[in-house]
């Protein structure tokens, strides 16, 4: 859904009347060290989830299964690794992305649970797809 969005956005830009428009992109994502691991901790943030959606009257939208729900949610998950691959294959992301913002928080997980997402994210997960710390060695030569 959000592809088409990127792409009338920048459409409608003309070049040499502003400066290029960026876009942010927000993903949840969830690692962990295994697949199976990641799903099983958003399980109660998923039943939040859906229990909102059938209190909303949005009943016949509650996803079936988990799968479903971290599909239609967009959630990539799993070991740092396999996140990469999933974020990689978003359609919507780094062809159009100036900015990934990923949430690593869910609504019933810890502080810990979520210094420990944003840690991997940080040295695993974002290096992986070409980012590194402002003032790194590695950021200058890019430059």
Do not use: K
Not at 11 to 29: D, F, K, Q
Not at 113 to 134: F, Q, Y
């Amino acid at each position: 859904m959000q592809r088409p969005l990127a792409e009338a956005y920048l459409s409608a830009w003309v070049p040499g009347s502003v400066p290029r428009p960026r876009i942010a992109v927000i993903r949840a994502v969830f690692p962990a060290g295994d697949r199976e691991a990641a799903a099983a901790d958003l399980d109660p943030a998923l039943q939040l989830v859906f229990r909102a959606f059938a209190r909303g009257g949005f009943a016949e939208d509650v996803p079936r299964t988990r799968d479903e729900a971290i599909s239609r949610l967009n959630v990539h998950l799993g070991r740092p690794e396999e996140i990469v691959t999933s974020l990689r294959a978003d359609p919507a992301l780094l062809e159009f992305a100036d900015y990934v913002v990923p949430v690593v928080s869910h609504e019933a997980s810890t502080l810990d649970a979520d210094l420990r997402r944003l840690e991997s994210v940080a040295r695993e997960i974002a290096p992986a797809l070409g980012w590194h710390p402002a003032g790194s060695a590695v950021a200058a030569e890019s430059s």
